[in-house]
Structures are given as structure tokens and as C-alpha cells.
């Protein structure tokens, strides 16, 4: 209630119309007081106020200094402020505090008689700037359902002075009807500022509240006439209702008993994902932010491999609706391969050299540069998802498996019993090991083929692979498994 400091015209009854009965001679902070405390400004004042009591200023004389022990407190004599220069306590020769018998006279009368007036007012308490008065206005204002319209009788439809000719935005700059009048437009409490404030997921107030556009509209402050008492009504929007897959909902999301419950935001509609705390204690929120593992598995039970970082960009937006998968190239290519394919390199660890066994002889075999063959297709050796999700994928450990009828040997790299090295076995992480003669013999020992004969012969009866000269034709037509002969 700090913040509303400010003069509003809410009188007993009926506001402006009906004066409160006063005593003239009950001295002000604006009549009085102020100018009498100007000499003890010079310490108690500017920027480092001595003891932190800046006397100065009205709330100053009215708080806690550097202690968070009030200064002055209405109808107690034995406020500080009056202890500190009572003649009875203070010899009159202290060189700070001392002789200020006439200043104490005039303060006592002022806590203890008159509640820390700020004003002679023929409408409000004495206390109406005092937060810890009964008086003070913003309690008179809760008290009357936050009506401010009671207040712009006086003080002008939009606070700049009215009839009274005082403003209230002489302290609330934005106008007693602003939002950070009555909280901060980032409050400080619960987890406000992990969800709000700058370095947090900076979501809007909407996502979990309804946003009035005025101050009165019904169901902010006041209800069906009268103040609607807090808590403010929690109703979940925007991230908290998004569902990647319908069926693992279980209801609507809502904020129940200090937490949120079937949140998108924290993964409690994720199903299987093994979030470790889906739903958060709203007032116990840690610092900094929630740990992985918090609303899905470190990984998540779908994914056999821990490494996030192999195919969900660490620049790319984490809580926004959207599963971002890739480093930056669409389909496959955003996990391993590059722009131009799918397939590596790069492969899973990072790895550019046909040295490594995740790259090897991937590109020679899917762009088949040599031209001994068509471009074999991923689906030769692997099987190819349809879907990231789809089974054996990212469920399963790696390396990538191969088909069996290929008869693969990681240790040694080769594939044993596959139809299109024949016999041969070139090792995967090797260039250069597949050549005329590697796969069959030249010419191969099957009939009708003579022992003597040479290249050049090949081309009588495969003119699509070899031409006159016994030179390669590149082009595909060799490894397709058509043998093209008469």
C-alpha cells in the first residue's frame, strides 16, 4: 500500500459533500511540520539520508530508516522521532539533537494528538497518507469497494485536480486507476517474476489472466457493484492450453490449491514424458530455471539418445508451442546430412570425415558419383521413418541399424553378404577399394564367359556398361541388378 500515496477524496458517508469535524489548531506536514523539520534535512536528507531517515519527505518522517523501525507512529509518544530530540532525554548541549525543545512541542502534538496529519482537511482523516493509519486512503478505498469514482468527484475524472484542485497524480504519476498503482506491472510475489520479468520466459499477464481493459470493468476489482475480494480469478490461456497429442489431456488446465494443474507449460499434458515436477508449488518457485527433467524425461521415455543437443537447436525458442527440431535444414538433413542430403555428413556426433563410421561411405553410395550405379536409396541398408516418433528411430539406441540380409559388421566395417560387392568386402571408412574385377572377376568365372577374355571383349555382350575400347560407361546401368546382356 506504499504506493498509493495520494490525496483521494473518500470522506465519511456520502465523500465531498459531508465535512469532517477537526481541530484547527492540530498543526500539518503541510502547514507545519515540513518547514519545521527543514533544518534537520541537511543530515536527514538527499540522496544517503543519516541513519537512512530522510526527513524531507512525508513518508520519510513516517518510516523505518535503516532499521525497519517506524520513525513516528500515530498516538505513540515514544516515537523515535520524538525520542530523538526530547529535552528529557537529550542534553541541551548535544551538538546533534540537543535544544530542540520547541521542535519536540510542536512534533509531539502532531503524533500524538493530531495522527500524523498530512493536510487540515474538512473531508479526510488525519491519517490519510499514512499507510499504517485506519484513515489512510487506501484502506478507506478497500473499504468502499475500490470506487474510484467516488474519488474523481473531487479530484477530476482523471485525477488532475477537480473541484479540489489537488491532484492525485502528484504521487501516482500514471493515475490512482494505472495498474502499477496497486501492483507492480511485474508483481514480485509467488513466481511472478520467473514467468514475467526480464530473463524470464517474459509470458503476458493474459496467459493466465483476463487483462482488463479498465480499471472497473467487471470482474477486475469490483463485481456486480461492490469490490470483488482477491485472490484475482487465475483462468489459463495460450501455452497452458496447447496439447501436442489430444489423448494425453486430461482435462482443461487450471490453477487449484497453489499450483497448475494440466498446464502444457510445465508438461503435465505431455503423457509418457516423465517430468519430474509437472506441477510446481506457484509460492516455492526456485531461482533461476527449472532444471531439464522437470516437465519431460532427461530424455524423454521416446528417446534413446541423451544428447539434445544432436537435433533441437539451442538458440531456438524452448516453451513456445512448437517442437524445434533441427540445427537450422528441414526433414532429416537437420540432424545429420547437410543442406544438399539427408544423409552424412554430418553425422549424429558431429563428425565431416569418411574416416569416421557415422560418415564413411554414405555419400558415395547415395549420390554414386562413380556412376557404377543408380543412387542407392537410404532404404537399401536402413530402415527410413516416416516420423521422428516412428518406431525404431529415436527409441532406440544407436548406431543406426542395417538390414540384416546385408550381413553388416561394424567392427569391421564391411558388409559380408551383400549382392552388390558380391565376394568382395570393402571396408566401409576406405576410398578407393571398389574396382573393376573387387566385386567379380574380369572376366567372372561363370558361363558363358571365356577365361581369356578381355576388357574390350565386355562390350560385345554389355554395350551399356562397356564400350569397344573395354573402357567403363558411367551411367548407372552396371550395379542395377539387371545384368544387361542378349
Known amino acids: 500500500m506504499w504506493r498509493l500515496v495520494a490525496i483521494v477524496a473518500v470522506g465519511a458517508a456520502a465523500g465531498c459533500a459531508d465535512p469532517r469535524p477537526r481541530e484547527a489548531a492540530c498543526p500539518s506536514w503541510q502547514a507545519d511540520v515540513a518547514a519545521a523539520l527543514t533544518p534537520c534535512a541537511g543530515c536527514h536528507g538527499g540522496d544517503a539520508p543519516a541513519a537512512g531517515y530522510d526527513l524531507s519527505q512525508y513518508l520519510g518522517v513516517l518510516g523505518g530508516g535503516s532499521d525497519d523501525v517506524a520513525n513516528a507512529i500515530a498516538g505513540d509518544a515514544g516515537s523515535r522521532l520524538l525520542a530523538a530530540i526530547d529535552p528529557a532525554r537529550v542534553p541541551a548541549g548535544d551538538l546533534d539533537h540537543g535544544g530542540q525543545a520547541a521542535l519536540h512541542a510542536l512534533l509531539s502534538r502532531w503524533v500524538t494528538d493530531c495522527d500524523l496529519a498530512y493536510l487540515d482537511s ?37 485525477f488532475g485536480g477537480g473541484p479540489s484542485g489537488v491532484a492525485c497524480t502528484t504521487c501516482h504519476e500514471r493515475g490512482p486507476d494505472a495498474c502499477d498503482t496497486c501492483h507492480a506491472l511485474v508483481p514480485e510475489t509467488g513466481a511472478h517474476p520467473a514467468h514475467v520479468g526480464p530473463g524470464s520466459a517474459e509470458l503476458a499477464c493474459a496467459t493466465c489472466h483476463r487483462v ?52 502444457y507449460c510445465h508438461g503435465d499434458v505431455l503423457g509418457a514424458a ?27 521415455p521416446s528417446h534413446a539418445d541423451d544428447r539434445c543437443e544432436v537435433c533441437h537447436p539451442s538458440g531456438a525458442a524452448h516453451l513456445d508451442g512448437a517442437i524445434q527440431i533441427g540445427l537450422g535444414l528441414p526433414d532429416c538433413s537437420g540432424c545429420h546430412g547437410s543442406a544438399d542430403s539427408p544423409a552424412p555428413p554430418r553425422d549424429l556426433a558431429g ?26 536409396p537410404c532404404a537399401a541398408c536402413h530402415l527410413v521413418p516416416t516420423e521422428v516418433t516412428s518406431p525404431g528411430h529415436i527409441d532406440s539406441a544407436g548406431p543406426a541399424e542395417v ?56 562390350g560385345t555382350c554389355h554395350p551399356a556398361t562397356i564400350n569397344a575400347l573395354g573402357g567403363f560407361i558411367p551411367g548407372g546401368a552396371h550395379l542395377d541388378g539387371d545384368v544387361d546382356a542378349p
Open 122 to 158: 474538512t473531508i479526510h482523516a488525519p491519517g490519510v497518507l499514512d499507510p499504517a493509519s485506519a484513515g489512510f486512503h487506501g484502506a478507506e478505498l478497500a473499504a468502499r469497494g475500490w470506487d474510484l469514482a467516488l474519488c474523481a468527484q473531487c479530484h477530476g475524472a482523471d
Open 403 to 458: 538390414h540384416a540380409a546385408l550381413g553388416w559388421n561394424r567392427t569391421l566395417g564391411t558388409c559380408a553378404t551383400a549382392w552388390c560387392h558380391g565376394q568382395a568386402q570393402p571396408r566401409w571408412t576406405v576410398a578407393g577399394e571398389a574396382a573393376c574385377g573387387t566385386c567379380h572377376g574380369v572376366p567372372p568365372a561363370t558361363a558363358p564367359h571365356d577365361p581369356g577374355m578381355g576388357l574390350a571383349t565386355c
Open 212 to 263: 482488463p481493459e479498465a480499471w472497473d470493468d467487471e470482474g477486475h476489482i469490483r463485481r456486480a457493484g461492490a469490490g470483488d475480494p482477491p485472490p484475482a480469478e487465475v483462468v489459463m490461456t495460450g501455452l497452458a492450453e496447447l496439447t501436442l497429442e489430444p489423448g494425453d489431456r486430461a482435462g482443461p488446465p487450471v490453477y487449484e490449491a497453489g499450483t497448475c494443474r494440466n498446464v
Open 351 to 376: 563428425n565431416v570425415f569418411t574416416t569416421a563410421l557415422g560418415v564413411g561411405a554414405h555419400q558415395a553410395h547415395l549420390r554414386a558419383p562413380s556412376g557404377m550405379s543408380p543412387p542407392v
Open 274 to 300: 516423465g517430468g519430474a515436477a509437472t506441477r510446481p508449488a506457484w509460492a516455492s518457485d526456485p531461482p533461476g530455471p527449472a532444471p531439464c527433467g522437470s516437465c519431460h524425461g532427461a530424455p524423454p
